[in-house]
T-cell receptor, first 113, second 112 residues
Framework: SQQGEEDPQALSIQEGENATMNCSYK?????LQWYRQNSGRGLVHLIL?????REKHSGRLRVTLDTSKKSSSLLITASRAADTASYFC?????????????FGRGTSLIVHP | DTGVSQDPRHKITKRGQNVTFRCDPI?????LYWYRQTLGQGPEFLTY????????KSRLLSDRFSAERPKGSFSTLEIQRTEQGDSAMYLC??????????FGSGTRLTVV
């Protein structure tokens, strides 16, 4: 089952614009992570935010976490063509007595030069 | 350390054959994970190890799938009697508890 669900499924923007992706989840979590995947490649870890944190920054990336709404957002500022990729959120979700790492279906981002 | 390595990169096999994939994690990472990913989907959890112990296995995982991690180092994932539905990218990742995953480049399996 998909614990995290990203929204939108696809996003197309112009270089220089900001891109915002959202992730919703269902169960309690230890932390939430965002990953990038270029076509046909492995996933690259971008940022991890713990359940007791509300916001985290890394370069042009800003992640927020709202545990009351069970949601997170990833903001990429001043996007570049090289940011074109699929972005996934992942959580260590509590299921059946243990934490199971689960990924959403991803947001496909296209940044036009 | 060169990251997480997976071998082979591509595997084409006939339906009914057995296949085995290998993953070499980052040596300092105590946890190792196997995922499966199909086109347009996120990675689907299969199983994970902490050191040499297999701690969790997906309830959706067929008995044809088995994984090992002898001595807590590299891991192998074997699929017996492959089916066309097994065609996917098989990803391995390692991590230290509480940190993000480092993924390998994956093994793309095609069952014909």
């Amino acid at each position: 089952s998909q614990q995290g669900e990203e929204d939108p499924q696809a996003l197309s923007i112009q270089e220089g614009e900001n891109a915002t992706m959202n992730c919703s989840y269902k169960t309690s979590i230890n932390n939430l992570q965002w990953y990038r995947q270029n076509s046909g490649r492995g996933l690259v870890h971008l940022i991890l935010i713990r359940s007791n944190e509300r916001e985290k920054h890394s370069g042009r990336l800003r992640v927020t976490l709202d545990t009351s709404k069970k949601s997170s957002s990833l903001l990429i500022t001043a996007s570049r063509a090289a940011d074109t990729a699929s972005y996934f959120c992942a959580t260590d979700a509590w299921e059946g007595g243990s934490y199971i790492p689960t990924f959403g279906r991803g947001t496909s981002l296209i940044v036009h030069p | 350390d060169t990251g997480v390595s997976q071998d082979p990169r591509h595997k084409i096999t006939k339906r009914g054959q057995n296949v085995t994939f290998r993953c070499d994690p980052i040596s300092e990472h105590n946890r190792l994970y196997w995922y499966r990913q199909t086109l347009g989907q996120g990675p689907e959890f299969l199983t994970y190890f902490q050191n040499e112990a297999q701690l969790e296995k997906s309830r959706l995982l067929s008995d044809r799938f088995s994984a090992e991690r002898p001595k807590g180092s590299f891991s192998t994932l074997e699929i017996q009697r492959t089916e066309q539905g097994d065609s996917a990218m098989y990803l391995c990742a390692s991590r230290q508890t509480g940190h993000g995953y480092t993924f390998g480049s994956g093994t793309r399996l095609t069952v014909v």
